[in-house]
T-cell receptor, first 119, second 112 residues
Framework: DTEVTQTPKHLVMGMTNKKSLKCEQH?????MYWYKQKAKKPPELMFV???????INESVPSRFSPECPNSSLLNLHLHALQPEDSALYLC??????????????????FGEGSRLTVL | DAKTTQPNSMESNEEEPVHLPCNHS???????IHWYRQLPSQGPEYVIH???SNVNNRMASLAIAEDRKSSTLILHRATLRDAAVYYC?????????????FGGGTRLMVKP
């Protein structure tokens, strides 16, 4: 199973709502990521989790709150978002470190994303 | 991670080879060259990566210049399904958490 599953696929929320995006993988990966992608732009890294601990936060506003409850799940809690936060939110997973052995690509596996619209 | 430069867009005819260039003049000795692509309405997917030698896999070939300051992704016979944004990314061997930093990418359009 090389899938990263993201739910929901689409989400519309008001600026006062609280919602969550969910991401799940069963590849045994211990690194998980949240990226944000605006239309016609490349993905931008938001958070990195290694061994279920937050290792990188790219100065993301506190209205985005990540959570990694176990090695298979990654959540992104959303609260008091702004219309400019509307975007495609991508989850990815990978090994924490590339071994360097032949055939070990260290690739990131991405989900199809959750498209968020903030009204 | 060092920066890459790619053309914004390229066009190709179906069933013809496509050469997608990438410049990375500030590459360091431990940077791997990775290529990902993003099909419409999907997340990015891994295509190929290399360090110094040219690489082939079932999806594509990667040609790396001798000085490593540029590389070219080669799709041997483009299909309509290859229409996507192709990202050339440098990733340090000791990159914490294996994360990727995406640049602008090249939007490849394939004409029937």
């Amino acid at each position: 199973d090389t899938e990263v599953t993201q739910t929901p696929k689409h989400l519309v929320m008001g600026m006062t709502n609280k919602k969550s995006l969910k991401c799940e993988q069963h590849m045994g990966h211990r690194a998980m990521y949240w990226y944000k992608q605006k239309a016609k732009k490349p993905p931008e890294l938001m958070f990195v989790y290694s061994y279920e601990k937050l290792s990188i936060n790219e100065s993301v506003p506190s209205r985005f709150s990540p959570e990694c409850p176990n090695s298979s799940l990654l959540n992104l809690h959303l609260h008091a978002l702004q219309p400019e936060d509307s975007a495609l939110y991508l989850c990815a997973s990978s090994q924490v470190k590339t071994s360097g052995r032949a055939g070990d690509t260290g690739e990131l596996f991405f989900g199809e994303g959750s498209r968020l619209t903030v009204l | 991670d060092a920066k890459t430069t790619q053309p914004n867009s390229m066009e190709s005819n179906e069933e013809e080879p496509v050469h997608l260039p990438c410049n990375h003049s500030t590459i360091s000795g431990t940077d791997y060259i990775h290529w990902y692509r993003q099909l419409p309405s999907q997340g990015p997917e891994y295509v190929i990566h290399g360090l110094t030698s040219n690489v082939n896999n079932r999806m594509a070939s990667l040609a790396i210049a001798e000085d490593r300051k540029s590389s070219t992704l080669i799709l041997h016979r483009a299909t309509l399904r290859d229409a996507a944004v192709y990202y050339c990314i440098l990733r340090g061997h000791y990159n914490a958490g294996n994360m990727l930093t995406f640049g602008g990418g090249t939007r490849l359009m394939v004409k029937p």
